[in-house]
């Protein structure tokens, strides 16, 4: 750990999660699946708190399926002025509390014509557009040539055919913000090969690998990006998010209970 880094309080101290989520943009709700231990306050963790709305920051340790998860619902964000470090200090906290598996999920807009708003679609590499790494100043020269693990991949794919939900595979872009793209910027990211597009997840994922985690990320298509039909609105992603996530609380309750 760092200097810069944040403590873990007692309360979280002896629960040893197995796995970890993160909890985007109106996907909170899962934490509605969770046989609940301890409800923490990030403020509580010294972990930085969002002032987005649907962004509630708390850590929600408990057994989905038996399995012991410790759940960050809520993230910071670099568009709310913060550094890659604090916008990751989540991660590096489930990290000393034993997870090897990460979950995270967000809210994208969608680039691609067959990925309908609504929709799901699980990662499987991303272009880090935002100008930061979490590991500026160490550690170096990480391998990120399978950041989103193939094997967990493979189950979830498995576990969306069987329970017949419509799960996508792409690149996810993941972009500054606080503004959403203009329509030059979604073709430009289209020509790049980006499926999908947020202003979250990459650096998590980079400081996961980094920490040795294996890494799975779905990114709830909340709307069609800049220039694909009408103009955008947090309101509309929040909402759409909130519609659609328990079709993905299915397949990770699933997910879980089959470990
Ligand atoms: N662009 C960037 N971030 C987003 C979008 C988008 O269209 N939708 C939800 N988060």
């Known amino acids: 750990m760092r200097s810069d880094d944040f403590t873990i309080s007692g309360i979280v101290q002896d629960f040893y999660p197995r796995v970890g989520l993160v909890l985007g943009s ?3 709700g899962f934490t509605q699946r969770v046989e609940v231990a301890a409800r923490v306050p990030y403020r509580d963790l010294a972990l930085p708190q969002s002032g987005v709305p649907g962004h509630d920051g708390e850590m929600v340790l408990g057994t989905v399926g038996g399995t012991r998860v410790a759940i960050l619902s809520g993230r910071v964000h670099l568009y709310e002025g913060r550094g890659a470090r604090e916008a990751t200090a989540g991660v590096r906290l489930l990290g000393q509390l034993g997870v090897r598996q990460l979950i995270l999920t ?13 929709e799901w679609m699980m990662l499987t590499d991303h272009l880090n557009l935002t100008g930061e790494s979490p590991l500026t100043g160490g550690p170096q020269f990480v391998d990120l040539s399978e950041v989103y693990s193939l094997a967990l991949r493979a189950r979830f794919l498995a576990g969306a055919a069987a329970q017949g939900l419509r799960l996508h595979a ?3 872009a993941g972009l500054r913000g606080p503004q959403y793209e203009t329509p030059a910027e979604i073709r430009m990211l289209r020509a790049l090969g980006a499926d999908a ?3 979250s997840t990459v650096l998590e994922a980079i400081q996961a690998r980094a920490l040795g985690m294996e890494v799975a990320a779905f990114s709830c298509l909340t709307n069609w990006a800049a220039g694909m039909a009408g103009p955008l609105s947090h309101q509309e992603v929040v909402e ?3 519609e659609a996530a328990g079709a993905l609380a299915d397949l990770l309750e699933d997910g879980l209970r089959a470990r």
């Open 26 to 28: 109106g996907l909170g």
């Open 106 to 118: 967000n809210a994208a807009g969608t680039l691609n014509d067959s990925f309908r708003p609504g």
């Open 170 to 172: 792409g690149v996810y």
């Open 197 to 199: 597009g947020g202003m």
């Open 240 to 242: 759409v998010g909130a």
